[in-house]
């Protein structure tokens, strides 16, 4: 059992760069592969990055390859998702996922999520 709360969205312009948070209130934070995902109105949510418990392994979209970078801290119960060279395409509301077991892609395969927070990408 995890309770997720993002947090560090806001308006930026173009090319520009934002860090996103997401706090964990439970125990044994480490024990989950978290991911974050985003979904544009209009749009179905879709993965943008994963991360396995440890921190070993990370996973990106395509979309984001070389742009955006998820890290996490354990002993601070938080994960992270760097952003940079954002694009206006790039805004949508973004949330973080925790699941057991092993790292995933697939949105379905996530057990909790958090509330998300808004990401705006001006041209």
């Known amino acids: 059992q995890v309770e997720l709360v993002e947090s560090g969205g806001g308006l930026v312009q173009a090319g520009g760069s934002l860090r996103l948070s997401c706090a964990a209130a439970?125990?044994?934070?480490?024990?989950?592969?978290m991911g974050w995902f985003r979904q544009a109105p209009g749009k179905e949510r879709e993965f943008v990055a994963a991360?396995?418990?440890?921190?070993?392994?990370?996973y990106y979209a395509g979309s984001v390859k070389g742009r955006f970078t998820i890290s996490r801290d354990n002993a601070k119960n938080t994960v992270y998702l760097q952003m940079s060279s954002l694009k206006p395409e790039d805004t949508a509301v973004y949330y973080c996922?925790?699941?057991?077991?092993?790292?995933?892609?697939?949105?379905?395969?996530?057990?909790?999520w958090g509330q998300g927070t808004q990401v705006t990408v001006s041209s």
């Open positions: 996922a925790a699941r057991e077991f092993s790292v995933s892609r697939l949105d379905y395969e996530y057990d909790y």
């Open positions: 439970g125990r044994t934070f480490s024990n989950y592969h």
């Open positions: 991360i396995n418990w440890s921190g070993g392994s990370t």
